[in-house]
T-cell receptor, first 113, second 111 residues
């Protein structure tokens, strides 16, 4: 597709389980970002990948959160031992290069019960 | 003024009016700014951007103004339509190359 694709669109999981969220960026985009958005709130930065450089993980809220990116393609965000406060929409964005417009996917709505 | 909890700042306008949404940014080193529109249940959608070497940029029905002296950004929407109803976010990018988002403003357009 032409846009950023995220899967699944919705995920309900039990507290304590691990979840994996997937992001397919726009082809050719070197920069990829993950954000978290709680209900009615703004976007909270989680992690940034730029090409083959080491990712900027400064936004990850705890060591339960991790992300990987294979080259300049797919990225996965993993949350281990999920907690109820992890419930949010997780948004992925990509841009052609840094400091150009970032295009967002539709997000994955995660609900931890 | 600032809202607390889950309540976003809200701007209510009549269809056909012009809307102005404001944003104060924090980092004087930021050199790239974007406005996004987010409709319910969707990801943010790019509207318009501006770099710090400019103070005004126009698109289709939208204008962004940048005042670096007071670190203020505004989005003007001409002839606002019901389809413009959404939450609008400004984002600033500086040396870290990571877009940092403001709280958002909810725009409600009454037919």
């Amino acid at each position: 597709g032409a846009g950023v694709s995220q899967s699944p669109s919705n995920k309900v999981t039990e507290k304590g389980k691990d979840v994996e969220l997937r992001c397919d960026p726009i082809s050719g985009h070197t920069a990829l970002y993950w954000y978290r958005q709680r209900l009615g709130q703004g976007l909270e930065f989680l992690i940034y990948f730029q090409g083959n450089s080491a990712p900027d993980k400064s936004g990850l809220p705890s060591d339960r959160f991790s992300a990987e990116r294979t080259g300049e393609s797919v990225s996965t965000l993993t949350i281990q031992r999920t907690q109820q406060e992890d419930s949010a929409v997780y948004l992925c964005a990509s841009s052609f290069r840094r400091s150009t417009e970032a295009f967002f996917g539709q997000g994955t709505r995660l609900t931890v019960v | 003024g600032e809202s607390v909890g889950l309540h976003l700042p809200t701007l209510s306008v009549q269809e056909g009016d012009n809307s102005i949404i404001n944003c104060a940014y924090s980092n004087s080193a930021s050199d790239y700014f974007i406005w996004y529109k987010q409709e319910s249940g969707k990801g943010p959608q790019f509207i318009i951007d501006i770099r710090s070497n400019m103070d005004k940029r126009q698109g289709q029905r939208v204008t962004v103004l940048l005042n670096k002296t007071v670190k203020h950004l505004s989005l003007q929407i001409a002839a606002t339509q019901p389809g413009d109803s959404a939450v609008y976010f400004c984002a600033e990018t500086g040396g870290s190359y990571i877009p940092t988002f403001g709280r958002g403003t909810s725009l409600i357009v009454h037919p």
